[in-house]
């Protein structure tokens, strides 16, 4: 299986029209690969809180539109990233959107854990509550996003149904890259999977971007890693390596504690 991480360069010179076209673009160019990955909320920033509100989007608005034909037009399962989202209530959402590769939306996760410690998205946005998995025809995704990185407990829900890939779009600070790198192999490893993050480069809102993309196997080997900089990160990894993992060494099947599964 080839995945392509597509961690862009997210500043405040640009446009959102013009990053939607660009990214559109760049989404085209990975024809023949098997999953696109883009990151959190490129199309304001992720720390761009002013930007929230008057760039929010219903679910099938603008980025949507502009997602789902460059998934079809390469022919290609896109998560393509995630949106300030508006419900019809008028809640703002931190949402993700993958689709299939004929551009139909796959499935939409509105991130549970929000950052900000009683300000910016936490207090701006609405939390999620339902874990999100997508199956391939390879594997089974696990949808998670950013400020999700640091709560184990997410991602072994998704294990517990089903996912064997977890795939995280992120607008990750610079001045904690070291958590970034640490957080990724270790849910890696604790759950057997793979991890494919996906993060930002450049600054926007005055906050420097830790880039550093990467994807981890289930023995929390790192087998690609980007730099700071904008950059397409390509790989290639056997899913059914999760499975080999699990076998070889069944971990998983000791587990005494928070269990949504009977015990052998």
Not at 15 to 38: C, F, I, K, M, P
Request: hydrophobic share 45%; glycine share 10%.
């Amino acid at each position: 299986m080839r995945a392509s991480l597509l961690q862009i360069d997210v500043n405040d010179g640009e446009t959102v029209d013009s990053r939607r076209r660009r990214l559109a673009a760049l989404v085209r160019e990975q024809a023949g690969v098997d999953l696109v990955v883009l990151p959190e909320l490129w199309t304001t920033g992720a720390f761009a809180y002013e930007a929230f509100g008057t760039e929010a989007e219903s679910l099938e608005g603008p980025t949507f539109e502009v997602m789902a034909k460059a998934a079809s037009d390469a022919g290609t399962w896109l998560h393509a990233g995630s949106i300030p989202e508006r419900d019809a209530d008028g809640t703002l959402y931190n949402t993700s959107l993958v689709f299939t590769p004929s551009g139909d939306l796959a499935a939409a996760y509105r991130k549970i854990h929000r950052f900000g410690f009683d300000k910016g998205e936490a207090v701006l946005m609405g939390a999620g509550a339902e874990l999100v998995t997508v199956r391939l025809p390879e594997t089974t995704l696990g949808i998670a996003t950013c400020y999700d990185l640091p709560f184990p407990e997410l991602f072994r829900g998704l294990v517990d149904a089903g996912a064997e890939t977890l795939v995280l779009s992120a607008g990750w600070p610079e001045r904690r890259r070291s958590h970034w790198t640490l957080l990724a192999q270790a849910r890696a490893v604790e759950n057997q999977a793979f991890v494919l993050a996906c993060g930002t480069a450049g600054t926007h809102a005055g906050v420097p971007q830790a880039g550093h993309s990467i994807v981890v196997d289930p023995w929390g080997e790192v087998l690609a890693e980007a730099g700071a900089g904008e950059q397409v990160l390509t790989v290639d990894f056997d899913p059914g390596k999760v499975a080999t993992t699990r076998e070889q060494f069944p971990a998983l099947k000791d587990r005494m504690l928070g269990l949504t599964a009977p015990r052998r």
